[in-house]
Every structure is written in C-alpha cells, then in structure tokens.
T-cell receptor, first 112, second 113 residues
C-alpha cells in the first residue's frame, strides 16, 4: 500500500527557475525522506526530515514538513539541467519502521 | 567501499527459468532491503534483513521468491519459474540503523521473455 503520494506527477521548468514538489501521506510518521532517481538508475538519498522538524536545508534543497496536514514539500532552487530526474518521497509504513513506502514520484524536467 | 553493489545490472531470461541476483551492501550496514520497481512507479518493498535474519516479508513476495543473507553480509534474491509479470527493476538498499537513510544500489533490471 502506498503511504506517500507526490504532486505534480510531472513538472517542466527552465534552467534557473525553482522547482517545488509536494508529498502527502496518510498516517503518523517519525521521519520523511526524499530521493532522486535518474532514468534507469538507483535511488539517491537527498534529505531526511524528522517529525519534530519543520524545515531542513541541504545545498539548493529545502524540505518542509507539516505533520498537521500530513504533507511535505521539496524545493530545488536555481535548477540545473542535471536536476532532471524523478523525485520520490518515502515514509515508514505504519507499524513498521523498516519498510519505506514510496509514492509514484514527480518527474522533473529542467530545460536548458 | 563506494556504496551498495548489485549484480548483474541486467538480466534477460525466458519464462519459467530461475534467476538469482546478488547485493553487496555498504560494509558496516547491518540492515538490508530488497525493493521492486516497475516503470513509472515508486519502489515497492519486498523484504528486510537485519544481519542474517529475515525479519519482514511483503505479501508481494510469492512462494517463487526467496531471499537469503548468509553471514549477514551479501544477500541474494532468487526468483523461481519466472513469469512475464516479474519483469522489473530489483533494487537493494542498506542502512546503518532504523530510521536512518537507506542507500540504494543501481538495481538489476530483469526482463522475462
């Protein structure tokens, strides 16, 4: 069963613009993670935000978490063509800290 | 150790054949996960090991699937009597402890013809 769902499913922007992706989830969590996947490759961990954190930064990435709305957002600032990838949010499955459940992802295309 | 390693990267097999994939996690990580990903979807959890013990299995893991992690190091995932519906990317991940980020391998892409 899917816990997180990303929105939008696809996003196309020009290089230099900011990209915002959203994730909604269903049950209480203790952390939420964002991953990036280039076409046909494995997933790369981007950032983990804990339930007691509201915002976290890593380079050009900014993640927010609103546990009252059960939602998170990933902002990529000053996007580059190399940011073109699928982005997934992942949350622990309810009742299991071990299983991460992923949404279907947001396909981001950054046009040069 | 540069990360999680999976072998082979690609596998094409005929329906009904058995296949086995290998995963070498990051050396100090005692937690190992297998996921399956189909086109346009996020990864789906298959199974989880802590050291050599298989602690969780998804209902997705039918009797034709078996995973092992002897000695708590590398892991293998075997699919017996493959079906076309088994065609997918099989991803392995490892982590240092629960609640921490998981590091993924490049995956094994299986095509059943």
């Amino acid at each position: 069963s899917q816990q997180g769902e990303e929105d939008p499913q696809a996003l196309s922007i020009q290089e230099g613009e900011n990209a915002t992706m959203n994730c909604s989830y269903k049950t209480s969590i203790n952390n939420l993670q964002w991953y990036r996947q280039n076409s046909g490759r494995g997933l790369v961990h981007l950032i983990l935000i804990r339930s007691n954190e509201r915002e976290k930064h890593s380079g050009r990435l900014r993640v927010t978490l609103d546990t009252s709305k059960k939602s998170s957002s990933l902002l990529i600032t000053a996007s580059r063509a190399a940011d073109t990838a699928s982005y997934f949010c992942a949350t622990p499955l309810s009742g299991s800290a071990r299983q991460l459940t992923f949404g279907s992802g947001t396909q981001l295309t950054v046009l040069p | 150790d540069t990360g999680v390693s999976q072998d082979p990267r690609h596998k094409i097999t005929k329906r009904g054949q058995n296949v086995t994939f290998r995963c070498d996690p990051i050396s100090e990580h005692n937690r190992l996960y297998w996921y399956r990903q189909t086109l346009g979807q996020g990864p789906e959890f298959l199974t989880y090991f802590q050291n050599e013990a298989q602690l969780e299995k998804s209902r997705l893991l039918s009797d034709r699937f078996s995973a092992e992690r002897p000695k708590g190091s590398f892991s293998t995932l075997e699919i017996q009597r493959t079906e076309q519906g088994d065609s997918a990317m099989y991803l392995c991940a490892s982590s240092l402890e629960e609640g921490r980020e998981a590091f993924f391998g490049q995956g094994t892409r299986l095509t059943v013809v």
